[in-house]
């Protein structure tokens, strides 16, 4: 059974940094995977923020972080980061991890078959 595992989340301001980190805690590799981070502020739609390939050599961002945010990944570990730089009030979310059952990144949380639970992420002004 796939159980994603988020964690890094906080209270941050805005122009500061923070790295959430999402273990699979399952037996599978996840190098045969596609990831994804998301985000849903309150009142709002869930978002794609990024996602990245099972090898690591294919990343796909969402327009409002594009320079800012980084997704990484190392398969060894299990784990997906996203490392979050300049941070904005507007990128206050809950972030969630989510993890597609083929190795193409999608931008639509439909294509994704797993998902943690979220981390609370807020950007004070």
């Known amino acids: 059974q796939v159980q994603l595992l988020e964690s890094g989340g906080g209270l941050v301001r805005a122009g500061g940094s923070v790295r959430l980190s999402c273990l699979d805690s399952s037996e599978r590799a996840i190098k045969e995977y596609a990831m994804a981070w998301f985000r849903q502020a309150s009142g709002k739609e869930r978002e794609f923020v990024a996602g990245?390939?099972?090898?690591?050599?294919?990343?796909k961002y969402g327009n409002s972080v594009k320079g800012r945010f980084t997704i990484s990944r190392n398969n060894g570990k299990n784990t997906v980061y996203l490392q979050m730089n300049n941070l904005k009030p507007e990128d206050t979310a809950v972030y969630y991890c989510?993890?597609?059952?083929?190795?193409?990144?999608?931008?639509?949380?439909?294509?994704?078959?797993?998902w943690g639970q979220g981390t609370q992420v807020t950007v004070s002004s």
């Open positions: 989510a993890q597609r059952s083929m190795d193409y990144v999608g931008d639509e949380s439909y294509e994704y078959d797993y």
């Open positions: 990245i390939n099972g090898s690591g050599g294919s990343t």
